[in-house]
Structure formats: structure tokens, C-alpha cells
């Protein structure tokens, strides 16, 4: 088994959010199958089809969130320091095409959100930047095509 490596941030909100599904999810799921089979005949009734189908959805995220959080190798990233790039590091960067300045902080997969800043290990900015120092330049092939960025500061926050 792969361990799946996150920030204690990212632990911590698939903790709260697993909570959720079981505690709050489930129950509501499982009153709703009860009232749907109060209302008679089972095989044409949508409520109920529906409600399993919930339960099914509910079931599997509850086995996966399960999943991550038992193989989880969580970082405490305010431990760690260097001056490369490396997981749970927060990287400003800047386009050397449009002279934009980004900041990204190295995630886990589980806990990525681009709109906020978070890119996943994985991902093909984070791959280019693993391992580079301030001044470096790196090459990343997105969607978009090729772009180059030059590091502007390393941070572990």
C-alpha cells in the first residue's frame, strides 16, 4: 500500500469532513430510505431509488476518505526548512512570459484547490519545481502549452 503524503491541514479536513459523511450524511440518508419505503410499493418508487443511491455515493466517499486517512503520511510543515523545493513548500514564482507573480504551496493530492493556491505533488508545476533552489528556471508543459517560470522565494509555513 501506497502511503499518500499531506500537509496536517489536509488531515485534518478529510478527518472533519469523513465525520460529516458518518455523523451527519448517513443518518440523514437512512431517514430518508425509511420514508420512502413508508410510502408503499418499492419497485416504482423513486424516492426510494434515489435515497439508495445517495446511500451508495455516501458509502463509497466514507470507504475512500476511510482509505486515505489510513495510508496517510502527514507532514508537519512548519518542521520543515531548506532552501529546495520540496513537498509542503510554499513557491512565488514568476511568469517570465507575462512577468505575473503566482504563489503555489506544494499539497497532497487529496487536499489540492489551484483557486487557493495548493497544487498537488503530483501535478506538472510541482514535478518542475521539486528539488530547485531561488533562481532557478523551470520549463512546465500545461494545457496551454510550455511555460517558464524563475523562483523567487522557497517558504515552509
Known amino acids: ?4 503524503p499531506m500537509t496536517t491541514g489536509g488531515f485534518a479536513a478529510l478527518e472533519v469532513e469523513l465525520k460529516r459523511l458518518q455523523q451527519e450524511e448517513r443518518p440523514r440518508i437512512i431517514q430518508a430510505i425509511a420514508e420512502a419505503r413508508s410510502h408503499g ?6 424516492e426510494y431509488h ?3 443511491e445517495s446511500q451508495s455515493l455516501n458509502e463509497g466517499r466514507i ?5 486515505k486517512l489510513s495510508r496517510a503520511e502527514v507532514i ?9 523545493v520540496k513537498f509542503g513548500a510554499t513557491v512565488t514564482l514568476i511568469d517570465e512570459d507575462t512577468e505575473e507573480e503566482k504563489k503555489y504551496q506544494i499539497v497532497g493530492e ?4 489551484v483557486k487557493s493556491g495548493r497544487v498537488s505533488i503530483t501535478s ?17 508543459n500545461t494545457p496551454g502549452g510550455g511555460k517558464s517560470y524563475e523562483i523567487l522565494k522557497i517558504a515552509f509555513v
Open 41 to 46: 410499493d418499492l419497485s416504482e418508487n423513486a
Open 124 to 140: 506538472p508545476i510541482a514535478r518542475a519545481l521539486i528539488s530547485k533552489k531561488v533562481g532557478d528556471t523551470v520549463e512546465v
Open 76 to 84: 508537519d510543515v512548519s518542521k520543515l526548512s531548506g532552501n529546495t
Open 63 to 67: 470507504a475512500e476518505f476511510e482509505d
Open 1 to 4: 500500500m501506497d502511503k499518500v
Open 50 to 52: 434515489a435515497a439508495k
Open 110 to 113: 487529496s487536499e489540492a484547490d
